[in-house]
């Protein structure tokens, strides 16, 4: 067991995040109710309930939400390209920041690479001209395509 297990000087190793909090089932049925089955999806890299990424087409934000991203089906041996967008985006501000793949390396409770903390701050502020803002809660939003 490693010692970060015990100190909170990195917070996705600290046992108290293995605990469930009365956030999280709230946040769990935002989502149950505001997200239909079958949506695509953006939502950031540390966002893991079952709700994003079970029977939903699932990107890591801020992925087709700027662009559309080609979205490729095979149905009986015949294969088509569609480009997509997001119907949903899915952001947790109390949760690890990510832009696409790349995490923004908290120490001591704080973003160290601010190159990824501004690239997501400013793709937040670029949802309100293509996406509504359908339920907030305690640094927890859930967006709609327009």
């Not at 935002?30 to 079958?38: C, F, G, M, T």
């Not at 001591?108 to 309100?128: S, V, Y």
């Amino acid at each position: 067991m490693s010692r970060f297990f015990w100190h909170n000087k990195i917070q996705n190793f600290h046992y108290s995040s293995y605990f469930p909090k009365a956030r999280n089932v709230t946040i769990k049925k935002a989502l149950q109710k505001n997200i239909p089955e079958d949506k695509i999806i953006s939502s950031q890299n540390s966002m893991n309930y079952y709700k994003i990424s079970n029977g939903h087409r699932l990107f890591p934000f801020p992925e087709a939400t700027i662009k559309p991203k080609t979205v490729i089906k095979i149905v009986n041996s015949k294969i088509t390209k569609t480009e997509v967008f997001a119907d949903y985006v899915v952001i947790d501000l109390k949760k690890i920041i990510f832009y696409g793949d790349k995490g923004c390396d908290y120490v001591n409770g704080k973003c160290a690479n601010k190159e990824i903390l501004f690239k997501f701050q400013n793709a937040i502020k670029n949802l309100n001209s293509n996406y509504l803002k359908i339920y907030e809660f305690d640094s927890f939003f859930i967006y709609k395509k327009l």
